[in-house]
């Protein structure tokens, strides 16, 4: 395990403060902790923030139609994915500059999800070599998959290598994020004055000049950058972003291995459907053909019951990461995911549930079966 | 009729408070009486309250269309539960501890539903023994039913002894709570911190240590339990929690002698329906063949001529009690059923009713005939 | 015209107060000018009040769909009720004890009405006796309607006594009261302690004892009842508080001359829906056989307009007028018929319609044809 | 270019205040700025305001269905209207008085809308002469479509002079506004007490007395005028304000070049569906038989995007205009112009289409091909 950094002011906590019972605690003290600006980074989201708060609402809308008396003893969250067995259906999803919320940064993300049996999806635009990150996670044995993330697509030779590195420090896959060939108008962030700190690096990332329009537009991934990095890549690649079902048959039919239904933690266009509303017609049109994820807004362990009974084959979690290392660095981070397990342990139970293939019923949220 | 325990400060009063004129204002008086984590214990939800919130919006959502005009001389609320002749459709639910609410507990509510005509199902946490409350209620006659909760079944042999001896007690059926096998997420409990008061006494149950959630999987009751308690019972059995029509069928197969559609008062898995949308189903599914009560935000008498025409041969009221008890002990229990019933017999008139079974019309809702 | 008495404080206003533009405004006024206990008896609600907001609701969530370049000049509002030519379709609806609201009471109202061209029902609940009451009103020419309103039916020999009297003072139909066998759970008024004065006399009624429930039931008004006033009344009889379909059937198979589609202004049986969503029915299911009125939350010329297109042949208007009274007497609640009939005008011609014959089409509230 | 008149203080801004990063921002700090009466008549509405913020909601509502991963470089928001390349979708709707939230008036909004390539429809009630907007705007290159509103038609000579007038000055079209026969109930501004003031000049209309209802009512437009104006216009002819598809059908027969679906802004008849809601219908009525636009809340680039998929050529804006002059003039409109066309090609981007044309396609808003 590396050794992390000098503690500063905010990593001296090593335990959450008392009293975070919820993910939704976390969040609020997160508020406190972190300063106005960087919090409307995390936090916010884009146009007036309707695709924001659907991704939350929707979840809480889907009802639960749970089953009584069925045997529970040996209960168990274990579960497969891309073909590898997994502690649990839950990752980190891929977010900017962890550094933001705690100076120990993805590395103390890393400790906290391998530590608890989550998945970790590392961003391009991480503060930490994707190398050191791996050593931190030693993917592996009991853990959850460790993937990375891909953004962009400025340039072909630039991205071989990287996926190249990926594969050679152990990440299992590759998630190329689809949704974002602009940035969105994110009304909060601007309003805040947001601006990264000038000392926090990004290794990934090549050094680049502010991009117009225009740059940004003739740099956007393509159908056909898709292809040719399913051709070239070592690794299984994954799609993040697709929210339209004839998107998901374009990308089952060129190969890949999964992809997330994602609207970008509503960052990105305002106004587009929640993904716990987008989710049953994508997995419906992928039909089992590839690995089917989904994230934006997921914060309880019902939540996670409701993804799964859906279509998806797991979630991914992104903000209440960086509340829980804001909060208390890795402990913090860790302490998130553990709230959230045992949640999902109880819904689970509640729900009549013994195993995670078991919550892949439809009528469980009160649909016909298809 | 016992004699109560010495009186304490709040049992004091004999006569509910001056100008409580609905169980909200009980509701509200009941807080400001409570400490804030007997509070938290008693009215809280599980998650983020969705489903507390919807049981009693739902009420609130269906429609009544009364008719006009029709003879209302002799209107009464008489009604049949379990073939036996009851004042009105209205019982006491099973709650644990009712000692939090006023020292006199249990005995307090058996007197006040004794005299109100009203059933009392008491609960297996009671902090009395069931022998007193049983005396306490002086069951047969004009008063409603008696009935005896069970919980948990981890011992077959403490199981058989505690039916025999409410049945030797007088209690007329035993009701098992099947939609609890681990405690929901219950975090305004927990955020209060509440704890039971160490002096409780519990009864009707072994002492435990505190049991991790694999023992209490291990320990959930099963249809195969309930197959051997209808077996082994000397006493009718009716199923708490049963919300899934398919569950309702298997329970009526296995030959229960009714069912309570409840989501736990919204304290169990957030998310689920509420109630009063999950209750026609589940009655439909019935047909008839076995008892269907119904409990979960029932507040108001147009609820309880709601419920009916929904199905229901009767409804439980839970938490409203113990605020009656908080509020002024057993007189305070009283006026809340006096209140309730009082708004029950108007409603009746109100909708052109003069029996209980002339209630039993979907059209009194708005819905076709089935 | 008769002498009014003389002016108390809250009558010598002889003009409503300046800024007053709307019926809200009016009614907020009025509450300012009210005393709590009052306040409470005028606008109060049965239960929670689900009924009386959504009466006004209702309204707003009807969409109008206007047509537009229709030739308006020579609009107007007249109509037609109960074959006698009216200036508008806007009547007073029967309230009880005007006298609270302004000592001018019902006089004050006739000579509103009178002077408006708007119809009054008077109630039998009227602080004034009926005669003088159709002095102010001075019926005929070029006035509204005059009805009289019954209530309760102890006694036929009392009855056809009272509408003799009517009859013989010029009132033009009786309006019967069907709605209220018992009082509705009237909880704001019973919080805020409402007591009718002492003073204030009940010319209609015999000085009664408080009743029971059994003997309000047994004196409640049934088909039997209205049978016999139909053969016994000289004046054309309407039935108020018609809401379900089949019993607006048997209302016109007994020869009604119309009846009022209300829910007693939410007063009586809390979540019944409101007006608005009722009348389509029952205008249906009478099929233009007799007059169907309707009230219940009017606040807006655009609701006349809706009520219309939905079927109805005219609106009360009930609390407005108590506003307008407590205001500023027969003037503030002239001020207020006002305001509701220049709407009225300019919804007309927005909707491009020049007579109330043509708002009578569904497809100006995006209904289809019947 | 005109010279523009003396500065006044609030003149004295040549570019937007600091912060103002949205089209909301710039509306709460124009109501800042703005007297009481003057923003209650700009931002009010009629009645109790449900039609004007429906109009806002609706564009909320519309979820948008992005597709992903096709090619974006070089998209550009260039469209045709009338026969005529534009650079955008986007006119400045016509407005009354823009002298109220600045003294540069029309002439600055002219200047502000060519600078961006917007059109602009200058209104009848303009405070600058036509001729005067026309040199500020300069028609023709790469500026958008410049159009004359007409209101009113009491004097068919003066008309026709006004329409010759505009045709001479440059003007492309004119715009008949339909749905105004009266003013409609508007106590926002009732209740602000605002008047116009003494000085501001009418120049293209005639001095007249306060009108009755009667007089306005007889002065309405008809089809009939519709009819004569297409035949004496040398101009083409729209009309604002249809929102009945029958409307629409018959002002398609008739020949105009195209319709705007509007409510006045919620102006008018309060409780009118939003023009969101209204546009599909009308769309398909016209079923490009002559240009559709729409107006009414459109606030984000989003919503542009959302009127294009659901039927419409072009969008007006009306009140941000308003707000950018209050707060800087033509600087300030042209800031409001620049952040709606910034959003607008993001939002075209975010949904992975590069042509304008391409938003005509009614599964970006999840609707079904008509």
Redesign the interface.
């Known amino acids: 395990m590396p050794r992390l950094e000098p503690a500063t002011a905010s990593a001296r906590h090593t335990a959450p403060p008392p009293?975070l019972?919820?993910l939704?605690d976390h969040e609020a003290h997160a508020r406190s902790v972190l300063d106005p600006a960087t919090w409307a980074y995390i936090n916010g989201g884009a146009?007036?923030g309707?695709t924001l708060r659907a991704n939350r609402d929707a979840w809480?809308a889907?009802?639960?139609?749970?089953?009584?008396?069925?045997?529970?003893?040996?209960?168990e969250t274990r579960t497969t994915l891309l073909g590898k067995a997994c502690p649990s259906p839950i990752l980190v999803a891929p977010m900017a500059r962890h550094g933001l919320a705690h100076p120990d940064g993805e590395l103390a993300t890393a400790l906290a999800a391998s530590a608890l049996g989550a998945g970790f999806v590392l961003g391009t635009q991480s503060g930490r070599p994707l190398e050191e990150v791996a050593k931190a996670f030693a993917p592996g044995g009991e853990r959850g998959p460790l993937w990375f993330q891909l953004y962009g697509f400025g340039d072909r030779d630039g991205m071989r290598e990287l996926v190249a590195r990926a594969s050679a420090a152990g990440y299992e896959a590759v998630m190329l994020t689809?949704?974002?060939?602009?940035?969105?108008?994110r009304?909060d962030e601007?309003?805040a004055g947001f601006a990264p700190p000038p000392g926090l690096p990004m290794p990934h990332l090549p050094p680049q000049a502010a991009a117009g329009?225009?740059d940004l537009?003739?740099r956007?991934?393509?159908?056909d950058?898709?292809a040719w990095l399913l051709a070239h890549s070592p690794l299984p690649v994954l799609l993040k972003?697709?929210?339209?079902p004839?998107?998901a048959r374009?990308a089952v039919e060129l190969g890949v291995a999964g992809l997330v239904v994602s609207n970008h933690g509503g960052r990105?266009?305002?106004?587009?459907?929640a993904t716990a509303t987008l989710l049953p017609a994508v997995a419906s049109a992928v039909a089992g053909r590839c690995a089917v994820l989904v994230d934006g807004g997921v914060r309880?362990?019902?939540d996670i019951v409701?993804a799964i009974a859906l279509g998806a084959d797991a979630v991914l979690v992104g903000r209440p990461i960086l509340h829980g290392l804001a909060n208390a660095g890795a402990a913090g981070a860790a302490h998130v995911l553990r709230l959230l397990g045992d949640?999902f342990?109880?819904?689970m139970?509640?729900?009549g549930r013994r195993r995670v293939a078991d919550l892949r019923d439809p009528a469980l949220v009160?649909r016909p079966a298809p």
């Open positions: 009293g019972i919820s939704a146009g007036d309707f809480d889907v009802a639960l139609h749970p089953r009584v008396l069925a045997p529970l003893a040996g209960l689809v949704d974002a060939p602009v940035q969105g108008v009304d601007r309003r329009l225009a537009l003739a956007a991934p393509t159908w950058d898709v972003g697709i929210t339209h004839d998107d374009l990105v266009l305002d106004t587009m459907p309880r362990g019902t409701k949640e342990s109880a819904a139970a509640l729900c009160g």
